[in-house]
T-cell receptor, first 112, second 112 residues
Framework: EPEVTQTPSHQVTQMGQEVILRCVPI?????FYWYRQILGQKVEFLVS????????KSEIFDDQFSVERPDGSNFTLKIRSTKLEDSAMYFC??????????FGNGTRLTVT | GQQLNQSPQSMFIQEGEDVSMNCTSS?????WLWYKQEPGEGPVLLIA?????ELTSNGRLTAQFGITRKDSFLNISASIPSDVGIYFC????????????FGQGTRLTINP
């Protein structure tokens, strides 16, 4: 069964550094998302992306965050200057329509 | 904002018992999804519900979309050890086009 793949599985970075989290969504999917989950908490929406532009974003997704679909397969989340509170699991998801989302296994981001 | 209240937060049961968990909200939702998350992995879709009153089964799992559109429940019958994990409800409101709002999760532990 096709799946959403994310790399790396674990990223450690120093505060203030830029990180790029990478995702390869399922190939025929049209909607792409980033969610995050702080340890022990619920999953929170960050941003949705459709037709090569952001369609919706949350208050968490401030100017430090950006997304890009640089080619036909990858979908990236960039954090420009990481903060300690950015430490979390970041999940990429994709869907055919705006209905059911399929999630990747996540990237654990640790900011020190 | 839209909040989902999921209960119970945790359950400790014996293998073979039935399980019931639910989510409620003060907002109206047009989609309810139930996910399971295991350690180190992303949420995996169990059941998707799109119409008020809809009752859908997936093996030993049954979920319903409440008639008021403000709640949903998930039942697991005859639990087995591999049912262990965290179960999340997630919903999409009529106003929010793509954002999924997640509940806080129900952690299920099974004693063999």
């Amino acid at each position: 069964e096709p799946e959403v793949t994310q790399t790396p599985s674990h990223q450690v970075t120093q505060m203030g550094q830029e990180v790029i989290l990478r995702c390869v969504p399922i190939s025929n999917h049209l909607y792409f998302y980033w969610y995050r989950q702080i340890l022990g908490q619920k999953v929170e929406f960050l941003v949705s992306f459709y037709n090569n532009e952001i369609s919706e974003k949350s208050e968490i997704f401030d100017d430090q965050f950006s997304v890009e679909r640089p080619d036909g397969s990858n979908f990236t989340l960039k954090i420009r200057s990481t903060k300690l509170e950015d430490s979390a699991m970041y999940f990429c998801a994709s869907s055919v329509s705006d209905r059911t989302l399929h999630f990747g296994n996540g990237t654990r981001l640790t900011v020190t | 904002g839209q909040q989902l209240n999921q209960s119970p937060q945790s359950m400790f049961i014996q293998e073979g018992e039935d399980v019931s968990m639910n989510c409620t909200s003060s907002s109206i939702f047009n989609t309810w999804l139930w996910y399971k998350q295991e350690p180190g992995e992303g949420p995996v879709l169990l059941i998707a519900l799109y119409k008020a009153g809809e009752l859908t089964s997936n093996g030993r799992l049954t979920a319903q979309f409440g008639i008021t559109r403000k709640d949903s429940f998930l039942n697991i019958s005859a639990s087995i050890p591999s049912d262990v994990g965290i179960y999340f409800c997630a919903g999409r409101t009529i106003q929010g086009a793509q954002k999924l709002v997640f509940g806080q999760g129900t952690r299920l532990t099974i004693n063999p």
